[in-house]
């Protein structure tokens, strides 16, 4: 693979791969249940350190980073099991899509950051098939003490 075959691979990478990021963000916003909230939480952590190696790399080959993606719109809050279903089959599509792609990437680290990045995707479509499901211990069961009382607000900062 040429360093131009190798850049353009990655810089498609990443514009898919932030374009999920920002519809999990989206999603994130109409979770108000929260353990599954918290899910998404963990899940949008390891998308920015996705997006955060993609770009790098990208950077690494002389490549120029893309403008971001548009916002994404989701269903309503009273949605949550058909938004977290749809997150599962996109996470789902999109390593069945780049994994035989990246096979012929013939850079190591590249090549390895990528299977990396798809392995976790894999991980978090399971969050998302759960909480679409209506499970709550998607990172753990909670003491019987710690009843979840209440919901996750939609905005972060409310004046």
């Known amino acids: 693979m040429t360093t131009s075959e190798l850049q353009q691979l990655l810089t498609e990478c990443y514009v898919e791969r932030l374009g999920l990021l920002v519809r999990h963000e989206a999603s994130a916003v109409v979770m108000g249940q929260y353990d599954i909230n918290n899910a998404y939480q963990y899940v949008l952590n390891r998308e920015e350190t996705h997006v955060y190696w993609l770009r790098h790399a990208i950077v690494a080959q ?3 980073i893309p403008a971001d993606p548009p916002p994404a719109t989701v269903p309503t809050r009273t949605e949550t099991s058909t938004v977290a279903a749809e997150d599962a089959r996109l996470n789902q599509a999109f390593v069945d899509k780049w994994r035989p792609r990246i096979d012929d990437v013939t850079h190591a680290r590249h090549k390895g950051m990528l299977n990396v990045m798809l392995n976790e995707m894999l ?18 069961t909670p003491m019987a003490i710690h009843e979840r009382v209440g919901r996750v607000l939609p905005k972060r900062w409310v004046e």
Request: net charge negative; charged share 35%.
């Open 62 to 64: 002389g490549g120029e």
């Open 123 to 140: 991980e978090q479509r399971r969050f998302f098939e759960l909480a679409a499901a209506g499970r709550t211990d998607l990172l753990g």
